[in-house]
């Protein structure tokens, strides 16, 4: 191993200084993804030899699976890259515009959470590492980590097309992986735009919308023939879809011609994606150190009140204000709740345009909104009761019991009255006689998560596979109560 | 070993504000100073994790701000806060710093063996970080920051959470390396520790220093000729504020 260590260690080989380091010895970009990868594996495995073995068996058995449902639909696969007709191409760029959309969300996601946590940035940037090298190897490991389950679940029917002879598949191995890398640089770009335009203040809140957004992309464009004129779309699907027998050679086509093995573009996409995350580490590595350091050293500012403005009021009042103010910079809070909206109001359009046609469309959007109060109860839920990081200042605080967690139901009900009152107000302009359906399943839908988050609390901190494991049947409890105060509602609407 | 020109940094309120600093090798420096002071800011920017809106830093004749990466690795930057990774072990976590570093891999072994030993982490050197106390993990942080030897330590709080034997191991650490000429520059909230273990000490107040010297020209600028260390910062401080 060649190493050098200036004025302590052996002198430096002549003409090393300043050099890059090998592909793989100790400090070079590999090495630091390495260990960032052995970090990310150890962590899957903490908890004991029980929660690996576990971990080890369901990922086994999910890729053994998979492998066999590969099998099964390779043939069809087969037939699809036989023909490499149009609709073979349309079918792959879909697939892989939805692929990428949820790379670039998981890449813009992970930007956010690196500009706003320290981590291991003080051993880092005060090593004498150069700053490029550390975000390169960030780069790298965000397109890991947003390709990983996409690419886990193409894999086997990749596998499987291959295991059939239909070896030109091979290459939507190099294209995913391109599109992750690419991913992973114009998510980072766009969120250090963001933190150049807004400040780093708003930046976390925009780049968590924008998130959401790519991450909904795929569904909102399944919603797309419900909102967009019949026109436009017709003019959009024929400007998109390639003449029948024409080999189409725009570049909006490539990647779709690599996964389907054709070799020049698969190397063009794949040098492009190099070249975006080098490019974007050599410009931004400096932007990188000093944006992430510059966001923490910098203190949050609040609204500056005279200190005759504060401690009034009484224990009510000042629980009451604690759990509104931390309510309100919940960090995730809004992307989340904008999160429940992507979903709903598509969904809400596509039923009132049902109901336009003589369908039960009240009925329907009843069932959304009873479903989406519940989704956007647990959200609010989860701040005040769930993580509380102070929780034993309270406990051990003179005050009641009963009315700390009176102030913690209270401010989530005013929020919730706030967000959730929204789609009602919609439903009494639009589907008056529906609302009190709408009112009984969603006042229900809220008040169940609301007692069910304070009968089974759970904290953020617990650990083990246990705690996981109740977490997660509290989450699929949580998911059949709202659908069922939805279906209650939707039927309670036909009814009256 | 370190010069520091004319300083300014600012986050939206000025936190530093033309500070000048001057410590030679083999010098204990003690940067003092109330809440807010600036201290921690003025250590980030030495150690090149803030950019200082103006002024110079000069590391061991190499000027930081123009040459980060060499200034760096001469230099060690232990924070208030050992940011240590949970799942590594102590060995892990130095061989880890060894290769930002780049230690060499026989010197580094040794050094690793010889701090773990020292800081009496050897029989813990196979388990995972998270399970140690603020105690180890402190102690495991200052291994990795003295693993390559640097000329000049800077370090946040050092002795907090260190209990009194630790604290020792710490101070006499400390002491063998400016005894072989290399620099250490500490902020502390426990005044009799810089009484003791520094050199020198300054004392800055709202981004500017107010007082700097011995312990015995601290006592005369304040004119407080057998008063402790706490009479005299607290004399100090207190003028400036009044």
Redesign the interface.
């Known amino acids: ?1 060649s ?8 002198p430096a080989p002549a003409g090393s200084r300043g050099r890059a ?1 090998g592909l793989l010895t ?2 070079s970009v590999l ?1 630091l993804l390495a ?1 960032d990868l052995r ?1 990310a594996g ?2 899957l495995r ?1 908890g004991g030899g029980r929660k690996a073995r576990v971990v080890g068996i369901v990922l086994l058995s999910t890729i053994v699976l998979l492998h066999l449902v590969g099998f099964a639909t390779a043939p069809a696969l087969a037939r699809l890259h036989d023909s490499y007709r149009s609709e073979a191409l349309l079918t792959s760029s879909v697939a892989l515009a939805g692929a990428f959309t949820l790379f670039l969300s998981k890449a813009i996601s992970e930007t956010t959470e690196a500009l706003f946590q ?3 940035l ?9 700053m490029r090298r550390v975000l390169t190897t960030r780069l790298l490991a965000i397109a890991v980590i947003a390709g990983f389950l996409p690419i886990l679940l193409v894999v086997p029917l990749v596998n499987g097309m291959m295991l059939r002879g239909q070896f030109a598949w091979v290459g939507a191995y190099p294209v995913l992986a391109s599109l992750s890398l690419g991913a992973a640089a114009a998510g980072s770009a766009m969120t250090f735009g963001l933190l150049q335009v807004v400040g780093p203040r708003w930046t976390r809140l925009f780049a968590r919308a924008l998130a959401t957004l790519f991450g909904a992309m795929a569904f909102l464009s399944s919603q797309a023939r419900f909102v967009v004129p019949d026109e436009l779309r017709g003019a959009l699907w024929r400007a998109m879809v390639p003449a029948p027998g024409v080999m189409p050679w725009g570049p909006q086509w490539w990647p779709a011609r690599a996964a389907l093995g054709d070799r020049l573009p698969m190397l063009v996409l794949s040098g492009v994606a190099v070249v975006a995350v080098l490019s974007v580490s050599a410009a931004l590595g400096q932007a990188y150190a ?1 944006g992430v ?2 966001n923490l ?3 949050r ?1 609040t609204r500056a009140a005279g200190v005759e403005r504060r401690f009034g009021g009484g224990v009510f009042t000042a629980l009451l204000r604690k759990e509104a103010l931390l309510l309100r910079r919940h960090p995730g809070l809004g992307a989340q709740v904008f999160y429940q909206f992507i979903f709903l109001v598509p969904g809400a359009v596509a039923l009132m345009k049902v109901g336009d046609m003589g369908g039960h469309s009240p009925a329907g959007v009843v069932f959304l909104t009873a479903l989406m109060t519940g989704r956007i109860t647990k959200i609010l839920v989860a701040g005040p009761f769930e993580t509380d990081q102070a929780m034993a200042l309270a406990i051990t605080s003179p005050v009641p019991n009963a009315l700390v967690l009176r102030a913690k139901w209270m401010v989530t009900l005013a929020a919730l009255s706030v967000v959730g009152g929204l789609p009602l107000v919609a439903i009494t302009l639009k589907l008056t006689p529906a609302f009190p359906a709408a009112l009984l399943a969603c006042g229900a839908a809220a008040y169940t998560r609301l007692h069910l988050a304070l009968s089974r609390p759970v904290q953020t901190r617990r650990g083990g596979l246990e705690g996981r494991m109740r977490a997660s049947t509290d989450g699929l409890l949580g998911v059949i109560i709202d659908l069922g105060w939805g279906i209650a509602g939707a039927i309670l609407t036909i009814f009256i | 070993m370190l010069t520091v020109r004319g300083l300014c940094k600012s ?2 309120r000025p936190a530093v504000i033309g500070l000048d600093l001057t410590i030679a090798a083999g010098e204990i420096y003690a940067l003092l100073g109330p809440n807010g002071a600036g201290k921690t ?1 003025t250590l ?1 920017m030495v ?5 200082p809106d103006a002024g110079s830093i000069e590391i061991a004749g190499i000027d930081a701000l123009a040459e ?3 200034a ?6 232990l ?1 208030d806060e050992p ?1 240590l ?1 949970d ?2 072990s102590p060995l892990e976590y130095l061989e ?10 026989e ?1 580094a072994r040794g050094r690793a063996q010889r701090l773990l030993t020292e800081l009496g982490l050897w029989p813990h050197r196979g388990e ?1 970080c ?1 399970g140690f106390s603020r105690g180890m993990r402190q102690k495991t942080a200052l291994a ?1 920051a003295l693993l ?2 640097p ?1 000049l330590l800077i370090m946040d709080e050092p002795l907090s959470g260190l209990d009194a034997a630790a604290s020792r191991q710490v101070k006499d650490l400390l002491r063998a390396r400016v005894g072989s000429g290399r620099t250490v520059v500490l902020t502390t909230h426990v005044l009799e520790v810089a009484e003791r273990l520094a050199d020198r000490i300054g004392i800055l107040s709202s981004g500017r220093m107010v007082a700097e010297g011995t312990f015995g020209e601290l006592r005369e600028q304040a004119g407080r000729g057998e008063g402790t260390l706490e009479d005299v910062f607290l004399h100090l401080t207190s003028e400036l504020l009044a």
């Open positions: 191993m190493l050098y260590i200036g004025g302590l260690g052996p380091p100790t400090g090495w260990h970090l150890r962590s903490s320290r981590g291991d003080d051993l880092l940037l005060s090593s004498p590492m150069p000093t350091m510059g050293a910098i203190p500012a | 986050f939206g800011t980030r150690c090149g994790l803030l950019a980060p990466a060499r760096k690795q001469v230099t060690a930057w924070p940011l990774y799942r590594l880890f710093v060894a290769g930002l570093w780049q230690v060499p891999a010197l995972l998270e990795g390559h030897d000329e």
